[in-house]
């Protein structure tokens, strides 16, 4: 089982960065992929960005150009650059492990973290 904490969530304004954080641990050598994904309220989740344990990233199209994930193995930590911010990507964020090859679908992901809130206005 992995634990898994974010951070790094808060208001800006719309064009704005922010860089959240996911710190992972307990039993990180079955994570396969790790990816970042939002829920805002009313909607349901959605995958915003997911690398795998070739380094490979992967972007949902509504966020490509704006946002990078990246990982630091030797710190056990996910990251997620997210620029020119919009309105729209107000939601909670939350990052997840599967032992699964990387996806945009909530349910391949076995491990969550509490969530971090992100808010652009």
């Known amino acids: 089982h992995v634990q898994l904490v974010e951070s790094g969530g808060g208001s800006v304004q719309a064009g704005g960065s922010l860089r959240l954080s996911c710190s992972a641990s307990g039993n990180t050598v079955s994570r396969r992929c790790m990816g970042w994904f939002r829920q805002a309220p009313g909607k349901e989740r959605e995958g915003v960005a997911a690398i795998g344990s070739d380094a490979r990233a992967r972007y949902a199209d509504s966020v490509k150009g704006r946002f990078t994930i990246w990982e630091d193995n030797a710190k056990n930590t996910l990251y997620l650059q997210m620029n020119s911010l919009k309105p729209e990507d107000s939601a909670m964020y939350y990052c997840?492990?599967?032992?699964?090859?990387?996806?945009?679908?909530?349910?391949?992901?076995?491990?969550w973290g509490q969530g971090t809130q992100v808010t652009v206005s």
């Open positions: 997840a492990t599967t032992p699964l090859y990387c996806s945009g679908n909530p349910t391949d992901y076995s491990s």
